[in-house]
């Protein structure tokens, strides 16, 4: 081996890098692909028992019978999925305005927070399914008792993220603070909220989820039938009718709409979060 | 404002603050303070040294008014406000949400200042400690260095009266702290601040104080005060000098005499 050899001294990238890149790209392609193949394995292999076990659509519908009605009842279960949508969005604004309300509220007033906070566990550990049928009898407005069923299940991540936010204020900087004699309300918005923004942000993701299922309970319990019904209420009316190729189809609507609050969510996430703080960051090595 | 003029006798300096049987006693039974009287003056860099436990902090904490003292007094002299104070704590301390610039912005912001009109200090604190282009950076794409700096444009951007410095820079690595050190006497050259300096090391506080203040422990009480007369500027010749060495002889075996007396 000669030092003068030009092959030596250039700075390609040796094995290891080269390795280390070859793993990057294939998880990168991997990532989107693999669930892609995964899924349509699935629907074949869903269609292939369908059809070589000659099960009746009654009983299992295959693929593409339920992506036939689909189409063919869009115009129900669109009408349908706006209701639901609609329930589990105000639902979701609720409890963003109920959840970080009170979190401030019970971080301004150690009383009230004494007084209230245990109230809002038992709440939340209540399951909702036992309490929405007693609600559906003293509010009278089906939308109404609804958005309360789904604000019920949806607000306490909230709640209890933004608190713990609001608590987990770096000690120096509420010292600084302090030595600055700041306000109430300057030491509430410059320094609490901001450090609370990621736990709030975390809550809201899991809150997403949750005012989906609380807004599908609602309409299981309440029932409404006919004109005006939500994903939910089709399943059930779709199931008394043993339709169960349009259940299917009203389950993808209700699953598709969960991925796509929980991806919204994780968008508005990054974009406040992504200049500064440690969960954004993607380290290299 | 500079010092240009050279250093006037220790005792001719106004004073600032000063502390008068200052006690503090947390719980009813622990001594955090006993007794102690200091006064600051116009220019000083007054260093506090001593082992863990001998209330340098609680010391800090109380001129800064987190603390109030079981006994005795704190008094400015002349009026006193809350821009009269800047503080540097371990930590850099920084808002990560917020530029830079929003950071050092900070105490003017709490006084309700408009950024607009107080931008020009804003860069100019910057510039002193050499970030000036990174004003719309966000802490997270600093160095630990760059941080503390941020953290000290921060202190001094409202030319406060007093600027208290809590071990600023025992977190860092020698070559970051050395750099830092003299950037520090070089901006405190340039605007003629009143520092006191908590620190555990004898060589750091040898190197940049006019007065060091010897502390001991249980209960945490001023042992001995050393005075460094070397002249300012000094520089790194100053570190490798005999009279830096004598010093930092003088102030080591005062702490040693701390540590034996706690012990």
Not at chain 2, 46 to 63: E, F, N, V, W
Not at chain 2, 69 to 81: E, I, K, L, M, N
Request: hydrophobic share 50%; with cysteine.
């Amino acid at each position: 081996m000669s030092i003068a050899d030009p092959t030596l001294l250039t700075d390609a990238p040796d094995a290891d890098e080269l390795a280390r890149l070859r793993a990057r790209r294939l998880e990168k392609i991997g990532k989107w692909s693999l669930p892609v193949i995964v899924m349509a394995l699935g629907i074949f292999f869903w269609d292939r028992i369908v059809v070589w076990n000659e099960i009746p659509h009654y009983i299992l519908p295959g693929p593409g019978r339920v992506l036939d009605t689909l189409i063919a009842d869009w115009g129900i279960l669109y009408e349908a999925s706006l209701l639901t949508a609609r329930t589990t969005i105000l639902a979701l604004l609720l409890a963003v305005l109920g959840g970080a309300g009170l979190a401030i509220l019970f971080n301004q007033s150690k009383m009230v927070e004494m007084s209230f906070y245990p109230y809002a566990v038992i709440l939340q550990v209540t399951p909702v399914v036992s309490i929405a049928p007693l609600i559906f009898i003293y509010v009278d407005s089906k939308t109404a008792g609804m958005l309360l069923c789904a604000w019920i299940v949806a607000f306490f991540p909230v709640l209890s993220s933004t608190t713990l936010g609001l608590n987990s204020v770096d000690h120096n900087l509420r010292d600084l603070f302090r030595i600055y004699k700041a306000n109430r309300w300057q030491k509430l918005t410059m320094l609490q909220l901001p450090s609370a923004l990621p736990y709030f942000l975390g809550g809201l993701k899991i809150a997403g989820g949750l005012s989906l299922i609380g807004a599908v309970v609602a309409e299981l319990v309440a029932g409404t039938g006919g004109v005006g019904a939500g994903l939910a209420a089709r399943i059930q009316e779709a199931g008394y009718r043993l339709n169960i190729a349009r259940m299917f189809a009203a389950l993808s609507l209700i699953a598709a709409m969960g991925v796509f609050i929980f991806a919204a969510l994780s968008i508005l996430s990054h974009a406040l979060l992504h200049k500064w703080h440690e969960s954004a960051l993607t380290r290299e090595g | 404002m500079s010092l240009a003029a050279p250093l006037s006798p220790l005792d001719a300096r106004p004073p600032v603050l000063t502390l008068s049987g200052v006690d503090k006693v947390f719980n009813g039974d622990v001594v955090a303070l006993r007794d102690l009287n200091l006064q600051i003056n116009q220019g000083d860099f007054m260093s506090l040294l001593g082992p863990s436990g001998c209330g340098k902090s609680t010391a800090l904490r109380i001129i800064a008014d987190l603390l109030h003292p079981t006994r005795g007094t704190v008094s400015w002299a002349g009026a006193h406000d809350t821009g009269d104070l800047g503080v540097v704590f371990q930590e850099p301390t920084l808002m990560p949400w917020a530029t830079v610039a929003q950071n050092v912005y900070l105490p003017y912001r709490l006084r309700g200042k408009a950024y607009s009109a107080v931008k020009d200090e804003v860069l100019e604190a910057l510039k002193l400690v050499g970030l000036d282009k990174f004003q719309n950076a966000y802490p997270r794409e600093l160095s630990g260095g760059m941080k503390m700096r941020v953290s000290i444009a921060r202190a001094m951007v409202t030319r406060p009266r007093l600027i208290l410095m809590d071990e600023p820079f025992a977190a860092l690595d020698e070559i970051t702290r050395f750099k830092l050190n003299n950037d520090l006497l070089a901006l405190k050259e340039k605007i003629g601040c009143t520092v006191i300096f908590v620190t555990h090391s004898v060589f750091e506080s040898v190197f940049l104080s006019d007065r060091i203040v010897v502390m001991a422990a249980r209960p945490g009480r001023v042992l001995r005060e050393v005075q460094v007369d070397a002249p300012y500027p000094r520089t790194e010749e100053f570190r490798t000098s005999a009279e830096y060495a004598a010093h930092c002889r003088a102030a080591s075996d005062a702490l040693h005499e701390a540590i034996g007396v706690a012990a």
